[in-house]
């Protein structure tokens, strides 16, 4: 049982350049979120998305596109990196039920650097 | 979500109990309190969680007022191995998805 995996884990991208953060879970979550850290900071919730189709903005969605392909999968885009969009990167999901106890499980995250 | 409220930082020293304190004034009948712990270049893991009274794991106790609009972390006999980032999170059992936003946490500090 894999949990949350992230793909990839480091990347180093030009401004302007384009590309996608895959996030894959295999615990049947309903639920899907993307949050980035900057260091030495909390955690931001950029995008989330409840069920399959479905997805709602964040605390800081500028610049970055998502797609719930399918209930496994959350994919995070940026059209256009940009300098300040260097960051970890981490996705998380949750069953939409739970029982006390387990809650939300993240990934290890993906390093991303925008030059 | 409840907003809460909880110290910046803290330092310790291994063998020491250490107890960290979050404010959540609105939290709802229907919430629950969460602890979060990430340790550096991981994603944070849940380590407790509780309704009312107290709450014990392996891992730590969380202390609940009858009001509960406070809730208390306590790690007993820390190692440098705790030095983490610690999350209080509050909110209902997610039964419908909302946001879940993380505040800045409490950056745990034990020393030898």
């Known amino acids: 049982n894999a949990g949350v995996t992230q793909t990839p884990k480091f990347q180093v991208l030009k401004t302007g350049q384009s590309m996608t953060l895959q996030c894959a879970q295999d615990m049947n979550h309903n639920s899907m979120y993307w949050y980035r850290q900057d260091p030495g900071m909390g955690l931001r919730l950029i995008y989330y998305?409840?069920?399959?189709?479905?997805?709602d903005k964040g605390e800081v969605p500028n610049g970055y596109n998502v797609s719930r392909l399918n209930k496994r999968e959350f994919s995070l885009r940026l059209e256009s990196a940009a300098p300040s969009q260097t960051s970890v990167y981490f996705c998380?999901?949750?069953?939409?039920?739970?029982?006390?106890?387990?809650?939300?499980?993240f990934g290890e995250g993906s390093w991303l650097t925008v030059v | 979500l409840a907003k809460t409220t909880q110290p910046i930082s803290m330092d310790s020293y291994e063998g020491q109990e250490v107890n960290i304190t979050c404010s959540h004034n609105?939290?709802?009948?229907?919430?629950?309190i969460t602890w979060y712990q990430q340790f550096p270049s991981q994603g944070p893991r849940f380590i407790i969680q509780?309704?009312?009274t107290k709450v014990t794991n392996e891992v730590a106790s969380l202390f609940i007022p009858a009001d509960r609009k406070s809730s208390t972390l306590s790690l007993p006999r820390v190692s440098l191995s705790d030095t983490a980032v610690y999350y209080c999170?509050?909110?209902?059992?997610?039964?419908?998805?909302?946001?879940?936003?993380f505040g800045s946490g409490t950056r745990l500090s034990i020393r030898p």
């Open positions: 509780g309704y009312k």
């Open positions: 999170l509050v909110g209902g059992l997610y039964s419908s998805a909302s946001k879940i936003i």
């Open positions: 998305s409840a069920s399959e189709g479905t997805t």
């Open positions: 998380a999901s949750i069953p939409l039920q739970v029982t006390s106890g387990n809650t939300i499980y």
């Open positions: 609105n939290i709802a009948t229907n919430d629950y």
